[in-house]
């Protein structure tokens, strides 16, 4: 089998066929593994901010440090963390879910993983070279504009390098959702996950090119003397508000989404029912993609758009509560007369309801824009977006992680542990974030390096940091699970959870072809449909036959490499036009690997089905 | 059966781009991306639109756009449009050597447009110092038009690849379906010049 | 429609009585006793949709808890298999509909307070301030009168005044959670708001536009007295001026160095326009650069030190920094001067 | 299916292709036409309140003919490229109401 031929090479074997895989179910791997990694210093970071915080006027850090702290953890949090564990999930579950045996461009899923992995790293850099990013996690020019140094530098670049990444996983993941589903697997056959997958895919496709745009300009603001935020010039500022929130709120919807989906899996398997209203689920899953980018204004309720603006904006934001509400119900009734079995990954789902729900109403209480000029940029904000971020998306990832961990890596995580981890983090994000609505109403404003004494704001920011730290234990706890597991975990059938969509239907960890014979799919939940028939395994559609799969390759890792060269050619000519070398040479090799690509056939192998029969005999 | 048989059937599919499940990934994917590209220009368009009378004492759209030399812009890129659409017919009747003989046609075509743009802003330049570097206007105009010219000479390397790479081999169900992605990408590439001669260029004069 | 919108608040004051007497935040700092009128406006934003909020949420968590506990899956039922519910077209009609009215409920309240909130129509006839945000401090220039002042600002209650808000440098935001929401201070365009004060107080301002190294520290006062005081105030203020010698012989000193090292930013003249902050009546400052206890103590540090105290400050190009002649002693004869500038009657002290 | 069969097949498709082609050159004189209107309504003396619009007009339906004729958007199998296509148009629009409109100062 493939894993054996894996677990005899060498670790420098092993290395190299990481570093050229276009299996999406170890780039899976990679973007677990990258994104977790980046999650932990992310979180670091959000322990130092609340160590600065947790007693008036600190001075653990300066505020030049503190600014780049919130600012990394911001941009970390959301592009590097919270993004990449989404497109894990994505590429380990979605081809699996719809019977698939890989993603339609298997080449440029594992680019877009290289183009994240270098934006992520040069976004970094700033640390090493005289201080990261400070301008906030949004930019907001002029401040970003006129930012001394090279962190901002750092920021524009490598976000247009992994945006670019995220952009080519997008497009990845709408061809392959709608080209390669196994026969049967009709649109409204889709498990959540996949259609959440697809609609979040959807925008990426056209949200990003907004932030690909506001980048562009910002880098030519600060790196080529152009003028678009620059009121001197003729330039205004409130273009890139506008250009980044266009981008920015759909971002929030490409987080959450993803994480609905992962939940609707849990709650129907585990209370083994199907899901609730799943017409229902669907269109509003759509309905908040769609009114998503025409709310992006409610960022800027304070800017003076003026009333009719603001107004506007206000009702379309509110409106996104009522497919929101659609879900947290169906969700319910889902559970509603089920079979509820609580384990972990069951209690990150529990955990989430009321959570996301109180954070969607603080959301609706932002909304209201002549209320929003008092919580604006304020804690209040911060709670509300921890809220929906961490109880919906964190959540949502450590409940996938569980819940998907024994499919990517055929064993169990502790069940035991799990619990600890959930109580400890659970407990600790609302000692985290409850008191923070009143902090900011009471008149803590946000991206404060320290706040005076006598304003009445000590004890709620001394919870709130005992809180975080309670949050970094259970992050640990968690972190010895997986660990644990590795080690002494027990391997697990291909089904441990009863499921009943189709990625429990083939072994875990799953051969890289996937599903011997392409599965024929006849009904909602086809893995249920089975099962409730008596019958073991999946229908397959089609006789036994080779089955093509494509070849490896390091191009895709050449070429991001190329691009991080470069962008370090972009930032250092404007003190040195020398560093124009470096930019050639970077682009040179990215466009080289490009060209390589394109003039060499890559036709791609068969696996024969002789020895797929030799395997079956096997086993 | 081999990939090379596959590839090379004895007759070939009316739809060659869309034979193969490749095919009709590429297809699909790239129209997918082409929605996106659609924003990215809007938000290129927008900027344009919200900083166009911002000169900072600069010389303005009516100081410096001629209309002529658009229109002859406008004239070579449209019907190198329409010689695109002559080269994929010839694809889909098999007829690779006319298919190349029109795709020529298209890059000589696409080389005027760009000579002549090339021209308009060494002109703006040293005729009127007007730079990206000028104002907020100046950036806009350089950055919207030089976002189009950068995809134009994308396109043009991307077909010349092509013709060339492929001279020898002829067409197959391999490379079918890239000649019809370019093709494409050539087309929307005109979709954007309409929509910069109408917003920028004339109604930069108007 | 104002009928059961204060009965709401009535309502929902007693329940928020018991949040507001555990002294939820700072009197004149916190956003949850609103003192002005913009700040009750969208204080009653707030009560409306917090009210539906708890609403829903009481109705969620029911559901919720009841699910949870009737159906965990109990011993000796591993195998039941429950229904296959396939939806329920009245439930989601439901669950649609009444979200639907209830955030009408919230909408139209917002919308009546969002263009209140915004409506300019007697601005021309009202008292216009023209604001200035810098990093890390606030301008104030009187348009009527001509008086420039910073830090702290002065207006009379019960009157709605008129802020134009500019910025010099990056965005800034204007924000006094007692009196009102806030509103950004653009570099490229004027913004205008109003803010009016129901009683007299001194009011803590807050900048909430992330603006660099001390964005946290660019706090302002704004100062409400009686309407008469007021006037008298700007009266006192127009007679300023930098020829007024102090009576101490440091303060004299003071004085002398003052105008050797400062005035080149300062002015100490409120009819002056300066490139730093107006020290006028600094001598009545609640407190030094926005943030400092106000004493001499304070003061002495500021000045011969100002980037411990507000990293980045516009003060830190100041020649004198460099050429180091300031040292403490001199630094206590100029803050002698600056202390004794007290040119009216009307304090924040008058403002309690 | 024989082989008499496709070649009748062949044929009639190459008939249909040639139809089409027949088409979008007329496509082609149009969009020459338009543009040739477009540039003679900005010369010419006409208020520029009423020509905007019009060009604008003439732009979105050459587009039109670029998407449809030539792009072959009118074509079967089309559907989710239009979708995606149109998605995209949808949220440019919003951007450039965005950055036109709402930056009024
Ligand atoms: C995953 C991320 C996520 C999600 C899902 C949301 C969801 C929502 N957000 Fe949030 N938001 C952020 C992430 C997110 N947000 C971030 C990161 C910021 C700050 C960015 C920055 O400035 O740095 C932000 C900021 C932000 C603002 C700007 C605040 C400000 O800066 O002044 C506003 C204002 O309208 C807002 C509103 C909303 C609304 C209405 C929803 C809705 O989608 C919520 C809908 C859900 C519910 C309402 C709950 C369930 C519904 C029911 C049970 C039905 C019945 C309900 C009713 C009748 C009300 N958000
Ligand atoms: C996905 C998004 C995401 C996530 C998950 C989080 C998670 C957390 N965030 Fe944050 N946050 C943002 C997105 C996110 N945040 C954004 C966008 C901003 C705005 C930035 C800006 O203003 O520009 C922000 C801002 C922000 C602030 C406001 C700063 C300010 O305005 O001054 C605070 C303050 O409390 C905070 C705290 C936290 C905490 C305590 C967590 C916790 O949940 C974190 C929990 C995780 C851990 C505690 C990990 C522990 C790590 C270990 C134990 C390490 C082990 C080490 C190794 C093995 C190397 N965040
Ligand atoms: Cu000024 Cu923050
Ligand atoms: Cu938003």
Not at chain 1, 176 to 190: C, K, S
Not at chain 3, 172 to 197: C, Q, R, T
Not at chain 3, 283 to 289: E, N, V
Request: glycine share 8%.
């Amino acid at each position: 089998m493939s894993t054996m031929v894996a677990n005899q090479k060498g670790f420098g074997a092993k290395i190299w066929d990481y570093l050229t895989t276009v299996d999406h179910k170890k780039i899976a791997i990679l973007y677990l593994v990258a994104g977790g990694f980046f999650f932990l210093i992310g979180g670091l970071e959000a322990l130092a901010i609340r160590w600065q915080l947790v007693e008036p006027m600190n001075d653990f850090v300066s505020s030049g440090f503190y600014n780049e702290l919130i600012t990394m953890h911001g941009t970390t949090m959301i592009f590097l963390a919270a993004m990449p564990l989404i497109f894990a999930f994505m590429n380990a579950v979605v081809p699996l879910q719809i019977g698939a045996r890989d993603v339609a461009f298997p080449f440029l899923n594992s680019l877009g993983f290289w183009l994240f992995l270098f934006g992520g790293i040069m976004l970094n850099v700033g640390w090493f070279t005289g201080g990261a990013a400070d301008a906030g996690w949004t930019a907001y020019a002029p401040l970003s504009t006129t930012s001394p140094g090279e962190g901002v530098d750092y920021y524009v670049l490598g976000l247009q390098i992994s945006g670019a990444g995220t952009l080519i996983g997008g497009i990845n993941f709408l061809v392959t959702i709608v080209n390669m589903r196994a026969p049967g697997m009709t649109y409204m056959r889709m498990p959540l996950f996949t259609w959440t997958a697809f609609v979040a895919s959807a925008l990426i496709l056209f949200a990003f090119p907004a932030l690909t745009v506001g980048l562009f300009l910002m880098m030519f603001d600060r790196l080529f003397d152009s003028g678009f935020f620059d009121p001197s010039m003729g330039g205004n500022s409130v273009i890139w508000q506008h250009l980044f929130w266009i981008f920015g709120h759909p971002e929030v919807y490409i987080l959450v989404l993803p994480a609905f989906g992962i939940f609707s899996e849990i709650f129907s398997t585990f209370s083994k029912k199907r899901l609730f209203g799943y017409t229902a689920m669907v269109f509003a899953t759509v309905l908040i993609a769609f009114f998503g980018f025409m709310v992006w204004a409610h960022h800027m309720f304070t800017v003076g758009l003026g009333p009719a603006a603001n107004s506007i904006f206000a009702v379309a934001t509110m409106a996104i509560a009522v497919p929101t509400g659609i879900k947290i119900f169906n969700w319910l009734f889902t559970l509603w007369g089920g079979s509820i079995t609580i384990n972990t990954p069951m209690l990150w789902g529990l955990g989430f309801i009321p959570t996301f729900t109180v954070g969607g109403f603080t959301g609706v209480m932002l909304a209201a824009a002549a209320a929003d000029f008092q919580y604006h940029d304020t804690y209040f904000v911060v709670a509300h977006f921890h809220y929906v971020i961490v109880g919906g998306v964190v959540f949502g990832l450590i409940a996938g992680t569980h819940y998907w961990w024994p499919k990517m890596f055929g064993k169990v995580l502790n069940d035991k542990l799990g619990k600890v981890t959930f109580w400890l983090f659970f407990t600790g994000f609302h000692l985290t974030f409850f008191i923070q609505h009143f902090l900011g109403l009471m008149g803590m404003p946000r991206r404060y390096w320290v706040y005076l004494e006598d304003q009445g704001l000590n004890l709620g920011n001394m919870i709130s940091t005992i809180g975080a730290l309670l949050m970094g234990v259970g992050t640990i706890v968690l972190l010895y699970n997986i660990v644990v597991t590795s080690i002494k975990g027990e391997k697990v059938s291909g089904d441990p959870w009863d499921g009943r969509t189709l990625e429990w239907a083939i072994p875990s960890p799953p051969p890289h072809y996937n599903f011997k014979q392409t599965p024929l799919v006849r009904g909602l939940d086809p893995l249920w449909v089975e099962k409730s028939e008596g019958r073991k395994g999946i229908t397959p559609a089609e006789p036994l036959d080779d089955i093509h799969m494509p070849n490896g390759s390091i191009l895709p890792f050449i070429m991001s490499l190329g691009l991080f060269i470069a962008g370090f050619g972009f930032i250092y000519q404007k003190y040195d036009l020398s560093w124009l070398i470096v930019l050639f040479i970077g682009m040179g090799i990215t466009l080289g690997a490009m060209l390589t690509r394109s003039l060499k056939d890559d036709l791609g192998h068969h696996i024969h089905k002789e020895d797929l029969e030799k395997e079956e005999a096997g086993e | 059966m081999s990939d090379h048989d596959i590839l090379n059937p004895k007759e070939m599919p009316h739809d060659p781009e869309k034979a193969t499940l490749e095919g009709k990934n590429k297809f699909i994917g790239f129209w997918f991306f082409l929605g996106g590209e659609t924003v990215l220009f809007a938000s290129l368009f927008g900027t344009y639109l919200a900083l166009r009378n911002s000169t900072n004492n600069g010389p303005s759209s009516e100081d410096l756009f001629g209309l002529g030399l658009v229109f002859i812009m406008t004239m070579l890129l449209l019907t190198s449009s329409l010689t695109s659409v002559y080269a994929m017919y010839h694809m889909k009747n098999n007829d690779f050597k006319k298919m190349q003989v029109w795709l020529g046609i298209t890059v000589a075509l696409g080389l005027a447009f760009l000579g002549c743009e090339i021209y308009e802003f060494y002109h703006y330049i040293h005729g009127y110092e007007f730079t990206f570097r000028s104002s907020a206007f100046g950036s806009a105009f350089y950055t919207l038009v030089g976002f189009h010219g950068g995809h134009v000479v994308f396109g043009l390397l991307w077909f010349i690849a092509l013709m060339i790479r492929n001279a020898k081999r002829g067409l197959n169900l391999y490379n079918a379906p890239k000649y019809y992605i370019a093709s494409l990408y050539w087309h929307f590439i005109d979709v954007v010049w309409v929509f910069i001669f109408t917003v920028v260029y004339l109604m930069g004069v108007l | 429609m104002k009928g059961w919108i204060s009965k709401l608040r009535t309502l929902s004051l007693f329940a928020f009585m018991v949040l507001i007497l555990s002294a939820c935040g700072k009197e004149n700092l916190t956003s949850l006793v609103p003192k002005g009128y913009g700040a009750e406006q969208s204080f009653n934003v707030m009560i409306i949709s917090i009210l539906v909020m708890i609403i829903v949420f009481v109705v969620v968590m029911a559901i919720y808890l009841y699910v949870i506990l009737r159906f965990r899956r109990k011993k000796g039922q591993e195998d039941d298999i429950p229904k296959q519910t396939e939806g329920n077209k009245t439930l989601e009609t439901i669950w649609t509909i009444i979200p639907i009215i209830l955030l009408i409920v919230i909408a139209v309240p917002t919308i009546t307070a969002t263009y209140d909130l915004a409506d300019t129509s007697d601005q021309e006839d009202a008292i216009n301030i023209n604001v200035q945000g810098e990093q890390f401090w606030w301008h104030f220039e009187y348009a009527n009168e001509g008086l420039q002042a910073s830090q702290d600002l002065y207006i009379p209650t019960g009157e709605k005044v008129y802020l134009n808000m500019e910025s010099t440098d990056v965005i800034h935001s204007f924000w006094l959670p007692s009196i009102s929401g806030k509103m950004d201070v653009n570099p490229e365009n004027e913004n205008s708001m109003y803010i009016e004060a129901y009683e007299e107080g001194v009011y803590w301002g807050k900048c909430t536009e992330f603006c660099g190294s001390s964005h946290s520290l660019m706090d302002f006062k704004v100062i409400a007295v009686s309407p008469e005081e007021y006037n008298q105030w700007v009266e006192d203020m127009k007679g300023t001026s930098e020829q007024s010698t102090p009576e101490t012989t440091t303060a004299q000193e003071g004085q002398e160095l003052f105008s050797n090292n400062c005035l080149q930013c300062h002015a100490t003249d409120a009819n002056q326009p300066s490139a730093g902050p107006n020290l006028a009546n600094f001598g009545d400052r609640t407190t030094i650069a926005g943030v400092l206890d106000y004493n001499k103590e304070e003061l002495v540090n500021w000045i011969t030190n100002p980037a411990e105290q507000k990293p980045a400050n516009g003060m830190l190009d100041a020649p004198y920094l460099e050429e180091g002649h300031i040292g403490n002693e001199e630094a206590e004869k100029i803050a002698d001067y600056l202390m004794q500038l007290q040119p009216s009657e009307i304090t924040p002290e008058s403002a309690k | 299916m024989t082989e008499n069969n496709t070649t009748d097949q062949l044929d009639y498709h190459k008939q249909k292709k040639k139809e089409e082609m027949k088409q979008q050159v007329i496509t082609f004189v149009l969009m020459i036409v338009f543009t040739i209107i477009a540039f003679a309504m900005v010369q010419s003396d006409l208020d520029a309140l009423f020509v905007i619009p019009i060009i604008l007009v003439l732009a979105a339906i050459q587009v039109g003919f670029q998407l449809y004729y030539f792009m072959h958007m009118s074509h079967k199998g089309h559907e989710l490229p239009a979708l995606m296509f149109y998605g995209g148009v949808f949220t440019a629009f919003l951007c450039i109401i965005a950055l036109a409109v709402l930056v009024w100062w």
